[in-house]
């Protein structure tokens, strides 16, 4: 009797314990449109697709958190029309997506200095916050006009001023207190993170919270990553001996 080769999803189930939090730098939207002699912002439209693999691979396999990473800081020195293509883009996503999201149990954050945004995007981002509220089935946090050494100046302005203030002795700040004070409060580290297009650096993502993460980068362009290439990630994860410093037994 021939048996039935058993899917991705399948051997991730069987592995037990996935990670809680994955976190994603989706890269490579521009070369994957200028391989198809297309402008960069079609590689972006392009990646709306893979956002929605990335959730429901999340949502099959029972991660709890998925942080994106959508735009950086940096990003904001590209051209003003690639820009505007991708605020149109998160508009839209939003304008789509949002009540499947909503129905899926996912609840959205958008993590950065949002004050960035135009006013319409600042509240499409608004929207979909406050109607996705309350899902319980994943935690969605995008990284929008983020960037990990910005967050953690703003962590250390907040704490400056309860030193400040006298209600913070210096000597007594603990990780935690630091921790407490980064847009990632309410969720656990990431124990994974994936970045897509080959790219061997983190771009300024999540530098405090990345201690311990452990690292996939797959040669896979954003806009061709299904929820087989997230599998792959987690069984690659699931092999990884996480020592956290100590020895194995
Ligand atoms: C990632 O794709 C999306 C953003 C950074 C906004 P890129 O636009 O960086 O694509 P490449 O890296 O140039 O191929
Ligand atoms: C990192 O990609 C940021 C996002 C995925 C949003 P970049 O394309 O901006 O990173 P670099 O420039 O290759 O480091
Ligand atoms: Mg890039």
């Known amino acids: 009797m021939s048996t039935v080769p058993s899917t991705l999803l399948d051997q991730v189930r069987q592995h037990g314990a996935v990670p809680t939090h994955v976190a994603i730098i989706m890269d490579g939207n521009g070369r994957w449109a200028t391989e198809r002699g297309l402008g960069r912002p079609a590689g972006h439209h392009a990646g709306m ?10 949502l099959a396999a029972g991660v709890q958190v998925l942080t994106l990473f959508a735009f950086s800081q940096e990003n904001w020195q590209r051209p003003p029309a690639e820009i505007d293509a991708l605020m149109a883009l998160l508009e839209e996503y939003i304008a789509k997506e949002a009540n ?14 949002l004050e960035r945004l135009s006013p319409s995007a600042k509240a499409a981002v608004d929207q979909i916050e406050q109607s996705t509220a309350g899902g319980t089935n994943l935690a969605l946090n995008v990284c929008l006009s983020y960037s990990a050494r910005a967050e ?48 061997m650096r983190v771009s300024n993502f999540l530098l405090w919270q990345m201690a311990y993460a452990e690292l996939h980068v797959t040669p896979v362009l954003w806009p061709d990553f299904t929820r087989e290439t997230f599998y792959v990630a987690l069984l690659d994860f699931l092999r990884r001996d996480r020592r956290f410093g100590r020895v194995t037994s």
Do not use: F, K, N
Request: proline share 4%; net charge negative; charged share 20%.
């Open 49 to 58: 697709a893979s956002v929605r693999e990335a959730v429901e691979g999340c």
């Open 100 to 113: 499947e999201l909503r129905a899926q149990g996912v609840s959205v954050r958008m993590l950065g200095d």
């Open 152 to 199: 953690l100046v703003r962590a250390m302005q907040h704490l400056g001023a309860r030193v400040a203030a006298g209600t913070l002795a210096p000597h007594a700040i603990t990780e935690q207190d630091v921790a407490a004070e980064l847009y990632t409060a309410a969720w656990p580290d990431p124990d994974l993170i994936i970045r897509t297009s080959g790219e």
